[in-house]
């Protein structure tokens, strides 16, 4: 796990507004508490459904992770990083659907080594962006309404809000699956 000290004036990063630092900071908090459900796991467990839904540790790191890097492009690009759902496939929803659980072959180091790898370049989109209010309308998707625009920031703000939840996610099936709580 990367340690960011994005104000410490020793560190060879650059310098970067409280703003700025308070989204690291955020990021970093909310990926803290995902990572932390799935310490001392196994693979077999990380990959354990322990409620009646689908979802399992593993796999909803792999789709934060996934998430995370979509919203990024989406900074970069624009829309089309996030694709056009009216026109996704069977394929592609069977894609998505795989983002949630961990397949064969798939380890937990390997899952929490691509997580931290997408973390490190969201932080330096973060540092690097000349401006957090350049915005992008929102791809067409039944969830988002027509003719928006999100800013980088407001991007930036849906991946901690992101992390958070499925960090809730994770809490709820490591405690159902040995007892172990990420907090209290």
Do not use: N
């Not at 996934?66 to 496939?89: H, K, N, Q, V």
């Not at 949630?100 to 380890?107: A, H, K």
């Not at 390997?110 to 209010?133: I, M, N, Q």
């Not at 350049?134 to 901690?160: D, K, M």
């Amino acid at each position: 796990m990367s340690k960011r000290t994005p104000l410490d004036e020793t560190s060879a990063a650059p310098a970067v507004s409280r703003e700025r630092a308070d989204l690291l900071e955020a990021l970093a908090k909310q990926r803290h508490f995902l990572r932390f459900t799935a310490r001392d796991l196994t693979d077999e467990q990380a990959g354990e459904r322990t409620t009646v839904s689908e979802l399992c540790i593993g796999g909803l790191i792999k789709h934060v992770s996934a998430t995370e890097r979509g919203w990024a492009g989406f900074i970069l690009e624009g829309p089309s990083a996030l694709g056009d759902f009216s026109a996704m496939t069977e394929a592609d929803f069977a894609a998505r659907a795989d983002e949630f659980r961990m397949l064969p072959g798939e380890t937990l180091a390997g899952v929490l080594k691509e997580y931290e790898e997408v973390a490190d370049r969201t932080d330096a989109l973060v540092v690097s962006l000349p401006d957090l209010d350049a915005a992008h309308p929102l791809p067409a998707a039944p969830w988002f309404e027509p003719g928006v625009q999100w800013s980088a920031r407001r991007v930036l703000l849906h991946i901690v809000a992101e992390t958070a939840q499925h960090a809730g996610h994770a809490d709820i099936i490591r405690e159902a699956l040995d007892g172990a709580k990420s907090m209290g």
